[in-house]
């Protein structure tokens, strides 16, 4: 009988737990995170049809439903009037569009979900990567304890400033993008008016504001991006000053603004990503989510991506009648053209929803009532390539 593959990933995120839980058993697996438990900071996160059929593939679309929240519709808003700009019916017409609806999660709730049925493997925590060699035999996780890990197989699902990325391609700072955000959640009895129950995004001059309920309509999750020349530091942890937030917003909606006005608590982040990589596989060692793609959030893709990624790579690297070498090769063939275009769609969203000029803005609302008026199932970002997506379709069309 042969060896179980031996596979070490590098970080416990939302793409990290994704592979080891699509590996099922068929690997020896160890994880490495750098923090002292599981753990995801940030609020709301929307699994589109595209991620919830991965999570439905992994077995977890019971407590998925459980603790999530079903929009209604997907809306534009202008920033001021709150006039409808664009309207997509997600709870009606999704399941039958796209074969999945569209849930929105409290992240720490996806996070749990998934490390509660992680398979068994080997996870230690505070066991931070700071490099990766690898010889002809295997592969080698350098711990920043001086600790090794050896492995078949390593992935590096180690985030936006990934030591797995750096040692197979060398340092490369990602790339501010001039995009500010702050986020907060507000419980629905701290609400001072009814929020529709939608995923609104009210588009205004050089910024946006994205709001939606989590954890079964218990909480609203806000999301406001502002563009700025100043650079922010890349972390979702820092704590910001409620009055700069509420500044930054000067003349939009009232509504708005009261929101704003009720944060108890919020977070300013700066928003960065890379261009897309040309390979993200050398030898044994791969990378997966925001480690080989990083993107803008504007299309709600990044997590999505990650789990697919997740997916795919742990039903290849189960095919053991092939070699290391070609499974990794066709994961990275078969995900990266998809994975460019979600990074390259997000950047160009970032221009479409802040559109400075009212000239611009008029030509652009007029693009969507015309779009709307020729497809009433139009999707709100042109995202149909993105949602129809299915990892195990894609495998079966492509008889792997
Ligand atoms: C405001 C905002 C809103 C978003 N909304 C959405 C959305 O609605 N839908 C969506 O699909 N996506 C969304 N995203 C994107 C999504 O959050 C990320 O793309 C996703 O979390 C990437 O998952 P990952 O597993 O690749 O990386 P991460 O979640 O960053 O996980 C990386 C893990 O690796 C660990 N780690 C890092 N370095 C090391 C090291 N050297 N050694 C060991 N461990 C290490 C970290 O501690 C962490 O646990 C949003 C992002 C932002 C900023």
């Known amino acids: 009988m042969s060896r179980r593959l031996r596979v070490a990933i590098v970080g416990g995120g939302l793409g990290g737990l994704a592979v080891a839980q699509a590996l099922r058993g068929d690997a020896e697996i160890v994880i490495l995170e750098q923090g002292s438990r599981f753990g995801e900071v940030g609020a709301g996160i929307n699994m589109s049809p595209n991620a919830f059929k991965v999570l439905r593939e992994l077995g977890l679309e019971e407590p998925l439903r459980r603790c999530a929240f079903q929009p209604e519709r997907h809306v534009f808003?202008?920033?001021?009037?709150?006039?409808?700009?664009?309207?997509?019916?997600?709870?009606?017409?999704?399941?039958?569009?796209?074969?999945?609806?569209?849930?929105?999660?409290?992240r720490a709730d996806l996070h749990e979900i998934l490390a509660a049925a992680l398979p068994k493997c080997e996870?230690?925590?505070?066991?931070?990567?700071?490099?990766?060699?690898?010889?002809?035999?295997?592969?080698?996780?350098?711990?920043?304890?001086g600790e090794e890990v050896e492995a078949d197989v390593v992935i590096g699902a180690d985030g936006i400033k990934s030591a797995v990325r750096e040692s197979l391609y060398g340092k490369d700072e990602p790339e501010f993008t001039g995009n500010v955000a702050w986020r907060f959640t507000l419980p629905i009895e701290a609400l001072s008016h009814a929020i529709e129950p939608a995923v609104t995004n009210w588009l205004g001059p050089g910024g946006h504001v994205v709001h939606y309920y989590v954890r079964r309509g218990q909480l609203v999750n806000v999301v406001a991006v502002r563009e700025t020349a100043q650079w922010t530091a890349e972390s979702w942890a820092l704590k910001a000053d409620r009055e700069e937030m509420v500044h930054a917003f000067d003349g939009w909606n009232t509504h708005l603004r009261s929101m704003f006005?009720?944060?108890?608590?919020?977070?300013?982040?700066?928003?960065?990503?890379?261009?897309?990589?040309?390979?993200?596989?050398?030898?044994?060692?791969?990378?997966?989510?925001?480690?080989?793609?990083?993107?803008?959030?504007?299309?709600?893709?990044?997590?999505?991506?990650?789990?697919?990624?997740?997916?795919?790579?742990?039903?290849?690297?189960s095919q053991d009648h092939r070699t290391i070498a070609d499974r990794l090769s066709?994961?990275?063939?078969?995900?990266?053209?998809?994975?460019?275009?979600?990074?390259?769609?997000?950047?160009?969203?970032?221009?479409?929803?802040?559109?400075?000029?009212?000239?611009q803005r008029f030509i652009r609302n007029l693009k969507f009532k015309i779009r709307q008026h020729r497809n009433p199932k139009a999707t709100l970002h042109k995202g149909e390539w993105l949602y129809v997506y299915d990892v195990r379709e894609v495998l079966r069309a492509a008889d792997i």
């Open 123 to 145: 996870v230690r925590f505070q066991s931070r990567c700071v490099s990766v060699t690898q010889s002809e035999g295997s592969a080698v996780v350098h711990l920043d304890n």
């Open 77 to 106: 808003r202008d920033w001021r009037s709150g006039r409808t700009l664009f309207c997509a019916d997600i709870r009606s017409e999704y399941e039958t569009s796209f074969g999945a609806p569209h849930l929105s999660v409290h």
């Open 261 to 317: 006005a009720q944060a108890d608590t919020c977070f300013k982040w700066g928003l960065f990503d890379r261009p897309p990589l040309a390979r993200w596989s050398e030898g044994r060692v791969t990378l997966l989510g925001d480690a080989a793609h990083p993107m803008l959030p504007f299309l709600g893709q990044g997590a999505a991506m990650a789990l697919e990624d997740g997916l795919m790579l742990g039903l290849l690297l």
């Open 330 to 359: 066709l994961y990275e063939r078969l995900r990266l053209p998809r994975t460019a275009r979600a990074q390259i769609g997000s950047r160009m969203r970032a221009t479409e929803n802040h559109l400075k000029s009212p000239v």
